[in-house]
C-alpha cells in the first residue's frame, strides 16, 4: 500500500504479481507513454487482445504531451484518450486484483498512484438455443445461456420499461460470482426485494457455482422436501413472472433463473398454456394433476390393494393378477420397492450415460431387465406396468420429478405397512404439510387454500386471458390492475 | 392478534362439522327409535344449530377483536370460564372416542377385515399430533382443501342412490310420540354438538364483507345434503334401515349400474375417511385446547406428544365396546351433552344484550347528562 502511495509502478506490479501468485497466464507488459514508463497487466485467457490493443495501447501510443498534474492526467486519459466499453480508474491493490480475475486490464503508469482499468472481457459463450428442460410447440424458443449479460439484456429486451430495476453484487469469496436481482419497481412489493437482497448480501460462502446454490440461502423452510423458489431457463417466463409482481434473480454461469416468490400451482403452469386455448390449457393442467395424482398414488394404493384389500379389485382383474403373481418369491410391498429401485438405478445411468448409449441402455432396461425379470418369474407384469404407469406420469410435471420419486416411495410403504387407510392418511399429511410452507409471506397452497378467488383464474381451471384483469393477489404487489379496458369492437355486423 | 382463519375456512369448518360422523351409525339409531321421523329430529337438530351459528356470525362481527375469554371472562370470571372448558374437554374427549371407534368399525366393516386397533389408532394420533402441533390455522387450510372433496362425495352417493329409491318408505309420518321424539332429540346431541368448535376461532377470523351470510350459506349447503342423505337413506332401506349401521357405504351397495364392474361402495370409504381424520383431528385440537386453558401449560412438541401419547394408550387399553360407547353417549349422557352445547351461544347472546343495553343506557346518560364530548 506504501508503494501505491508513492506511486512505485515497479513494485506495485512485482506486489500485484506476488499476491497473484505469479500466475502463468498473468500478462504484464511495460511500455512508454511520452517518455512515462508504463505497464499493462491482464490475464491472457479472460481478455481479448485486439481490444487492448486497438483502444488502449495505440490511443497511448499516439500521444504527443500529458499533463503533468496526476488528476488532470487521469482525468484526460480516461476521458479523452482510451476508449472503450468502461473505464474505471482505481487505487486499492485488492480492487485491481479482482478486476483482473474479471476480465479486465490495469494500467499503471511511473509515479501515478491511481491505476486505470479499461474493460476487455473476451466473451466466449454458447448460441442462444431452446432450452432441453422447457421445449415448446408454441411460444418463444430462446433459452438463457451461461452469461449474465446476455441473460439480463434478453429480459430487458422483452421489458421496455424505466421501471425496470437491477440490482448487483457479488456473491463468493473466492467466485465473486456475479449475481442479479431484477424487478419491476411500480409492481413488486419493496418489503420482498428487500428481503431477498439482504438475504443475497448477508451470504458469506467460498463460491457460487450455479443458482441452484442460492435456493438453499432463500427459501424459508430449507429442510422440505418441496422447492419453494421457481426455475426456468425461459426469458419469456421470467418476463411474465416480473410482470406478476415476482422478483428474478440471475446468477452469471448460470442459465437457470429464480423467481420468488414462488407459489406450488406453478408447478402445474407451463408457458404453452398462455399460448394456446384457454379450454385447452385447462383439460392439459387437469391432466398433470392427474398424472401427479397417479404417480405417487398408483404404486401405494396397488401394494395395498394387493396386501389387504383384493375385494375392491374387480373378481376378473383379481383372477389375472392372482394368476400373474403367483409363485413369485417377493411379497406385492418388495416387489413394487424392487421395481422401483431397478427403475430408478435405470433412470439415473441414462442420464448420465452418453446420448449415444440411451438406446443400448433403454433395451437393456426394458427388454432384458424387464422383460426377463418377468419370465422368470421374479416380478409380475401388473407389478411392472403400474411402476411403468407411474414413473411416465412422474414426468408430467418434470421439475417435481424428483419430489414425486421420494413421496412415491413414502405412499408404497405407507400402503404396505397400514393399507389403504395409510395412504389416506399420507394425503391429509402432505397436504396439512405444505399448508405450513409459505414463500416469502405467501401461503404456498394459496390460491387453493387460503382460497383466493381472483387468482383461481389462473389455478387449474384457467380462464380467457381478457378475464385476469387483476395480477395475483396471493402474494403482495403495489399495482393490482392489469388489465384496464378491453374493448369489444366488433369487425362484423354480424 | 394475528389471524388465524379466513372467512372460508370457517365455512369449510362449519361443514366439517355439520356433515362428518352424522353418515355413519347415526341413521340407524335414530331409525330405532322414531322411524322414519328421524328426518324431521334432524331438520329440528339442524334449524336449532342455524340458530347458533348465526348468533357466532353476528357476535364475531360484534367483537370482531375479541377471543372467547375476552367475551366471557369478565363477567363470568376465570373459574367458570375454566369450568365451562373442562366439561367440553370432557365433551370432546367423549366425542373423539365416538368418532374413532365408529371410523375404527366403518372401516372393519366396509375394507379392512384385519384391521387392529393399533394399525389404525396409532397412525391416526400420530397425524392428529402433527395438526394440533402446527394449530389451527394447519388445521382449517387442510380442511379447505379437502373440504371439496367430501362434499363432493356425499352428493355423488346420493346421485348414485337415485335408481334405488322407494319413497314410498317415507310414508307415514309423524307416527311417533311426542315422548320418543324429544327422547330421540336430545339423544344425539353428542353427533351434533360440534358447532361449539366455531366459538374458540371468535377474534381469530379474517371477516370480509357478508361473513354472517357466508356463514350462513355455507352451513345451510351442508345441512341441506345431510338431510337429503337421511330422507335418500331411509327411502333406500326403509324398515330394514336399523340393519344397516354404515350408511353412507351401505347406501351405495345395492346400486345395481356400477356393483356389477366394481365395489362401489369403497369410493365412500375412501371420501368419508377424510371426514372422519379431519374430525378428529379437530376434536383432538378442541380437547388440547381447553387442557392447555385449564393446566396453563405450553404449546410445544413435548406437551402436543405427551398428551397425544396419553390419548393413544388409553384408546388402545381401556377395554370398550362400540355397542357401549354408543349406548352410553347416546342414552347416559345425551341430555347433559344437549345442556352443554347450549351453555355458550346462551351466555354469549346474554352478554351481548346485556352489553347493547349498558351502552345504550351509557349513550342516554351522554346526551341527557351533558357530558357528550365535543366534535
Redesign the interface.
Known amino acids: 500500500m506504501e508503494e501505491m502511495q508513492k506511486g512505485n509502478r515497479l513494485q506495485f506490479v512485482q506486489d500485484l504479481m506476488e499476491k497473484m501468485q505469479n500466475s502463468k497466464d498473468l500478462i504484464s507488459r511495460e511500455f512508454m507513454v511520452c517518455g512515462k514508463r508504463a505497464n499493462i497487466v491482464f490475464l491472457q485467457d479472460l481478455t481479448s487482445y485486439p481490444i487492448i490493443s486497438e483502444y488502449l495501447i495505440k490511443p497511448l501510443l499516439k500521444l504527443q504531451e500529458m499533463p503533468s498534474n496526476e488528476n488532470e492526467l487521469i482525468t484526460y486519459l480516461t476521458k479523452d484518450v482510451i476508449q472503450g466499453r468502461e473505464v474505471q480508474t482505481v487505487n486499492e491493490i485488492d480492487e485491481c486484483i479482482f478486476l483482473i480475475l474479471k476480465g479486465k486490464v490495469l494500467l499503471v503508469l511511473e509515479n501515478v498512484q491511481t491505476k486505470i482499468i479499461l474493460d476487455a472481457t473476451k466473451f466466449n459463450m454458447r448460441a442462444i438455443t431452446e432450452p432441453p428442460t422447457s421445449s415448446v410447440l408454441q411460444g418463444p424458443r430462446e433459452g438463457f445461456i451461461e452469461s449474465i449479460k446476455t441473460n439480463l439484456s434478453m429480459v430487458r429486451r422483452r421489458l421496455s420499461t424505466p421501471n425496470l430495476s437491477i440490482e448487483n453484487m457479488e456473491i463468493g469469496r473466492h467466485t465473486k460470482t456475479s449475481v442479479s436481482v431484477m424487478y419491476l419497481t411500480n409492481i413488486a412489493d419493496d418489503k420482498i426485494v428487500k428481503l431477498i437482497v439482504k438475504k443475497l448480501k448477508s451470504i458469506d460462502i467460498d463460491g457460487i457455482v450455479d443458482s441452484y446454490y442460492l435456493v438453499n440461502f432463500l427459501q424459508e423452510h430449507k429442510n422440505s422436501i418441496f422447492r419453494q423458489i421457481g426455475t426456468t431457463e425461459k426469458p419469456d417466463i421470467v418476463t411474465s413472472k416480473l410482470l406478476e409482481g415476482r422478483v428474478a434473480i440471475f446468477v452469471d454461469g448460470s442459465p437457470i433463473v429464480l423467481t420468488l416468490p414462488f407459489l406450488v400451482y406453478e408447478n402445474f403452469q407451463s408457458s404453452e398454456d398462455y399460448y394456446s386455448n384457454h379450454y385447452h390449457s385447462t383439460f392439459v393442467r387437469w391432466l398433470r394433476l392427474l398424472g401427479i395424482g397417479l404417480a405417487i398414488l398408483l404404486p401405494g394404493v396397488y401394494v395395498s390393494l394387493q396386501l389387504?384389500?383384493y375385494?375392491?379389485i374387480?373378481l376378473k382383474f383379481l383372477v389375472t393378477i392372482a394368476n400373474s403373481t403367483d409363485g413369485l418369491p417377493f411379497t406385492p410391498l418388495f416387489e413394487v420397492l424392487f421395481i422401483m429401485l431397478l427403475f430408478e438405478l435405470l433412470n439415473e445411468a441414462s442420464l448420465r450415460m452418453p446420448k449415444y448409449l440411451g438406446m443400448a441402455m433403454s433395451i437393456v432396461g426394458a427388454l432384458i431387465l424387464g422383460d426377463t425379470a418377468v419370465k422368470a418369474g421374479v416380478i409380475s407384469p401388473p407389478a411392472v406396468m403400474i411402476i411403468a404407469l407411474s414413473s411416465m406420469t412422474i414426468f408430467t410435471v418434470a421439475d417435481l420429478s424428483n419430489q414425486l420419486s421420494l413421496l412415491r416411495l413414502g405412499f408404497v410403504l405407507l400402503g404396505g405397512m397400514?393399507?389403504?387407510?395409510?395412504v389416506?392418511?399420507g394425503?391429509?399429511?402432505l397436504?396439512?404439510?405444505l399448508?405450513?410452507l409459505d414463500s416469502y409471506g405467501a401461503?404456498y397452497?394459496a390460491p387453493?387454500?387460503?382460497?383466493v378467488n381472483q387468482d383461481m383464474k389462473d389455478f387449474v381451471n384457467m380462464k380467457n386471458i381478457l378475464d385476469m384483469k387483476k395480477r395475483p393477489k396471493s402474494f403482495p404487489n403495489k399495482n393490482p390492475t392489469r388489465l384496464k379496458a378491453v374493448k369489444n369492437e366488433k369487425t362484423s355486423n354480424n | 392478534m394475528k389471524k388465524l382463519l379466513t372467512t372460508n375456512q370457517i365455512c369449510c369448518l362449519i361443514m366439517l362439522v355439520t356433515i362428518s360422523n352424522k353418515l355413519l351409525v347415526l341413521p340407524a339409531l335414530m331409525y330405532q327409535n322414531v322411524g322414519v321421523d328421524a328426518i324431521w329430529v334432524v331438520v329440528l337438530k339442524l334449524i336449532l344449530a342455524l340458530v347458533v351459528f348465526w348468533v357466532f356470525a353476528l357476535i364475531a362481527t360484534k367483537f370482531p377483536n375479541k377471543t372467547l375469554e375476552d367475551i366471557l371472562v369478565p363477567y363470568i370470571g376465570k373459574f367458570f370460564y375454566g369450568l365451562l372448558l373442562l366439561l367440553f374437554g370432557v365433551f370432546y374427549f367423549l366425542k373423539t372416542a365416538l368418532t374413532l371407534v365408529e371410523g375404527e368399525m366403518f372401516l372393519r366393516e366396509t375394507i379392512y377385515v384385519d384391521l387392529t386397533s393399533e394399525l389404525y389408532a396409532i397412525p391416526t394420533f400420530v397425524v392428529a399430533g402433527y395438526f394440533i402441533y402446527k394449530g389451527i390455522n394447519t388445521i382449517g387450510r387442510t380442511n379447505e382443501t379437502l373440504i371439496k372433496i367430501i362434499l363432493w362425495g356425499v352428493f355423488l352417493t346420493i346421485l348414485l342412490t337415485l335408481p334405488n329409491l322407494q319413497l314410498e318408505t317415507l310414508l307415514p309420518m309423524f307416527t311417533s310420540s311426542a315422548d320418543d321424539f324429544t327422547r330421540a332429540f336430545s339423544y344425539i346431541s353428542m353427533w351434533f354438538g360440534n358447532y361449539f368448535v366455531i366459538f374458540l376461532f371468535l377474534g381469530k377470523i379474517q371477516m370480509r364483507e357478508h361473513f354472517i351470510s357466508q356463514v350462513i350459506k355455507s352451513y345451510v349447503k351442508s345441512a341441506i345434503l345431510v338431510i337429503i342423505f337421511f330422507a335418500v337413506y331411509y327411502a333406500v332401506f326403509g324398515t330394514s334401515s336399523p340393519m344397516h349401521n354404515y350408511a353412507i357405504s351401505d347406501v351405495v351397495t345395492l346400486t345395481p349400474q356400477l356393483s356389477s364392474l366394481i365395489k362401489i361402495d369403497w369410493f365412500t370409504v375412501i371420501f368419508y375417511s377424510f371426514a372422519l381424520i379431519m374430525q378428529v383431528i379437530l376434536q383432538l385440537y378442541m380437547v388440547f385446547y381447553c387442557l392447555k386453558w385449564i393446566l396453563k401449560i405450553q404449546h410445544t412438541k413435548l406437551t402436543v406428544s405427551i398428551f397425544i401419547g396419553l390419548l393413544a394408550l388409553m384408546y388402545l387399553i381401556m377395554p370398550y365396546s362400540v355397542q357401549h360407547i354408543i349406548t352410553f353417549c347416546s342414552e347416559t349422557i345425551g341430555f347433559y351433552c344437549f345442556l352443554l352445547n347450549l351453555i355458550f351461544p346462551i351466555l354469549i347472546t346474554i352478554i351481548y344484550l346485556v352489553k347493547r343495553k349498558l351502552e345504550k343506557n351509557r349513550e342516554g346518560e351522554k346526551v341527557y347528562g351533558g357530558t357528550l364530548e365535543k366534535e
Open positions: 389387504y384389500h375385494g375392491i374387480p397400514i393399507g389403504i387407510y395409510g389416506l392418511l394425503i391429509v399429511f397436504i396439512g404439510y399448508s405450513t401461503p397452497l387453493m387454500t387460503p382460497k
